[in-house]
């Protein structure tokens, strides 16, 4: 039966009663302590405003005055029911009413070591099984003790036809599976086995006219996640799947296959010419020398076409070396983080060419005194391409390095009337390409220099901010620069009530020999003078001025915002 067509036929009153008892948070619902939640609670906002616009220079790019209503409640039933709705009218566009329809709900229903799973929800049993896809069913986590069972039962998406003069068409089937998960420990220590079947209906199932055709697919996948705690300073974890993927379904099976597991995979899914198996995994080893010195040690390999029908999406065809310390030093005054890492694809050598990358990265905070502190980072990409199936050409090889240098000074004080932040920021980003032959096109280096300070009134409750920024952007086709400054103010005034913020800032640029100048000033005033009334104001004003004029007209723009809400 059609969802859409079954609920126009229910009354207005009866419809919205159905929806306050099957509309849920997309979270876990706690039923423990239901018996002292509030029965019924309703909040929201409710505003009026109105907003009038002018440009000049530019075609104005919405209507000279305008006014509207809005409203956002949420209906709660013992604080584990939630139902929202949103208006908004505008005189200038349709009104939109939305609130909860059948189309998507769910609730997780929790009491004490038992969570249920009903309506649409999603699961998370490994990262190469079932990964948070979301599924139209139910299921169960249970935890009594240091047991950790789950399982699950639902449809994962619904039977579609393709329709040529719709262009987001996608032709689908019916997929449905199941997932199970059984295991034992804490989530500091434990060892969970799961196994996730899913596949497409084919009850309707026709053999496909073009080889373009959709055909039904199949999925099981056996998936080992553990971390153990082999000493109270070594920590061991691991996270696997074989995954078995059949294609077409609706291909002949292989009767005459043989081998370890086989008679398993034949009793769940459908094994035919189309279907292959491939594995994925990552393992990591982590070590405390101290407690303010650590290391780990990760490998992470995933085949090529590896896939789960249990999540989104998957990288797959590489594999990475990966290595990560920390320390805390000198009484936690400085602290060190480093990571190093090597990944590499084609894996199966099917590829024409086979990309290597190395990826390292260093980062320290060194807090001087109470005042004065410095932030440092590093950080280096390379990646090379070398030959697989075919010879590489030279003038398409891919050998880049990518450089990323931060240099962060600070420093802030708070005494009984002031406060004072001011910190300096150096950024430098160099693309070294190392093919002389495409070096002139991609080779870039970008500097960003940006000094901001703040300065609080705390017995006036004044702040005021500066801020300056100079950025260049040069390679061998052409050269940008730009200046920025910016000043602001804020205060609050009346024991709180009223506060107001205003923000201005300059901007002048210079890309391709095109001088360009951008003035902004905004300027908000809020007065709350009852706690659940606010009275706000806001007016922005925007010149833009260029030299050239066919790169970009120059014009001006002002708009303003005037606005009651009311709290509930």
Not at 533 to 543: E, P, Q, V
């Amino acid at each position: 039966m059609n969802t859409s067509s079954f609920l126009s036929k229910i009354p207005t009153v009866i419809r919205l009663a159905l929806l306050l008892l099957l509309s849920f948070h997309a979270t876990a619902q706690d039923f423990t302590n239901i018996k002292n939640a509030k029965p019924f609670s309703i909040n929201g906002n409710i505003g009026v405003n109105s907003v009038f616009y002018n440009a000049s220079g530019i075609n104005n790019r919405q209507a000279p005055f305008s006014y509207g209503f809005s409203a956002n409640a949420t209906a709660s039933l013992y604080g584990v029911v939630s139902l929202p709705f949103s208006f908004v009218w505008y005189n200038q566009q349709q009104s939109n009413f939305n609130y909860p329809t059948f189309n998507r709900f769910g609730i997780s229903p929790k009491y004490k070591w038992i969570t249920g799973h009903f309506g649409h929800r999603s699961m998370r049993f490994s990262e190469y099984t079932l990964n948070g896809h979301t599924f139209l069913g139910a299921g169960v986590d249970l935890t009594p003790g240091k047991f950790r069972l789950s399982a699950m039962y639902g449809k994962f998406n619904q039977n579609s036809e393709y329709d040529p003069y719709k262009a987001d068409s996608i032709p689908r089937f019916t997929r449905r599976g199941w997932a199970v998960k059984a295991g034992y420990g804490t989530e500091k220590s434990f060892v969970d086995v799961s196994l996730l079947r899913i596949g497409d209906d084919t009850k309707n199932y026709r053999p496909p006219v073009k080889p373009t055709d959709r055909t039904p697919v199949e999925n099981l996948a056996v998936g080992l996640t553990s971390r153990l705690s082999i000493t109270q300073k070594l920590i061991f974890s691991f996270d696997g799947s074989v995954s078995v993927l059949t294609k077409n379904a609706g291909d002949p099976d292989l009767l005459n296959l043989k081998g370890f597991g086989s008679s398993f995979v034949k009793s769940l899914i459908t094994f035919n010419m189309s279907s292959a198996y491939f594995t994925a995994f990552k393992t990591s080893l982590a070590y405390r020398f101290t407690d303010r010195v650590g290391a780990a040690v990760e490998y992470r390999r995933i085949d090529p076409e590896y896939q789960s029908l249990g999540a989104y999406f998957c990288n797959n065809d590489l594999a990475v070396y990966s290595f990560n310390a920390d320390a805390r030093l000198l009484e936690n005054k400085l602290m060190l983080r480093g990571s190093l890492g090597i990944q590499r694809d084609n894996l199966g050598n099917t590829k024409k060419h086979t990309s290597g990358r190395t990826v390292g990265s260093l980062a320290g905070t060194y807090n001087i005194d109470q005042n004065w502190g410095v932030d440092v980072n590093y950080s280096n990409l390379s990646t090379n391409q070398r030959s697989g199936r075919s010879p590489l050409i030279d003038s398409l090889r891919l050998f880049q390095v990518n450089h990323n240098f931060t240099l962060m000074p600070r420093y802030s004080k708070v005494t009984a009337t002031n406060s004072h932040f001011v910190m300096l920021n150096f950024s430098r980003m160099k693309l070294d390409d190392k093919n002389k032959r495409t070096a002139q096109q991609t080779e870039t280096k970008t500097s960003i220099i940006a000094l901001n300070y703040s300065l609080g009134f705390l017995q006036s409750r004044t702040n005021l901010t500066f801020g300056v920024n100079y950025t260049t952007l040069a390679n061998n086709m052409y050269e940008g620069k730009m200046i920025s400054g910016s000043l602001g103010a804020a205060k609050s005034m009346l024991k709180d009530k009223m506060s107001l913020n205003w923000t201005n800032t300059l901007m002048l640029n210079k890309v391709g020999g095109n001088d360009g100048t951008t003035f902004n000033s905004y300027l908000a005033a809020t007065y709350r003078p009852l706690p659940k009334h606010a009275f706000s104001l806001g007016m922005n004003y925007i010149k833009n001025t260029y030299s050239n004029k066919e790169y970009a007209p120059s014009y001006n723009e002002i708009r303003g915002d005037i606005r009651y809400g009311y709290s509930f």
